[in-house]
């Protein structure tokens, strides 16, 4: 078995995982996404589940085979995975990294939108999706440990410690997009939490997730009795 080589010290731990991107439909061929790859939100569920945590991932669609020992439920919109993630409540952490669409078409259209001849293009009106990580972070069930990421373009550490504090949750692992490439394989963030900031040098998805497995771990470990 794949666990017995490691510590199964996250045994008992029930813990879920968002991953990917969401997909937000327009009309029957057409919808809004954001990018991502799932490949973080993969690596982190299959390092969590490898020593022991029974792992729920609620996956927007993406092309990656589900982790070994990882039960994982297919959403397409964020109103989905809203749902899926607090149907799923209580866990002792959840782990947010899927690429959560922030807006959706306020209506969905029944049909395929036509071109019409010289007429303008359509607009599209825009409504707010609900904050998932914001949602699980002042849950009255909210889990032990809730870990966000962010993902930014600029200012990367006054805006990640902002968002930490708006959403309410303990980590946050934040990102600069603009350095790295969606759906590379290596990553670099920021590590924030409410005593401070440790940056993280550039490694692969697969090593970031197992750092984030071990701070999980002894999370836990220094919670428990
Ligand atoms: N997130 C979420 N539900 C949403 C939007 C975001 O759960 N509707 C989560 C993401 O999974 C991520 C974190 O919130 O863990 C930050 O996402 P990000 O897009 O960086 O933050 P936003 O609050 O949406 O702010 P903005 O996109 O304006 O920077
Ligand atoms: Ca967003």
Redesign the pocket.
Known sequence: DIISHKQADLKGRRILV?AGPTVEPIDPVRFISNRSSGLQGYAIAEALAARGAEVHLISGPVSLPTPPHVTRINVQT?QEMYEACLAHLPVDAAI?????S?WRADTIQAHKIKKKGDEAAPTLSLVE??????TLSHAEQRPALVV?????TTHLQD?AQQ?RQ??GCDWLLANDVSKHQFGGAENQVLFLTGSGVEPWPEMSKQDLAQHLADKIASFFHQEAP
């Open positions: 968002t964020a947010c990294v899927a690429a959560v922030d999706n609900p904050d998932i990580l914001a966000g990421f962010a993902a930014e805006y968002k708006k959403k």
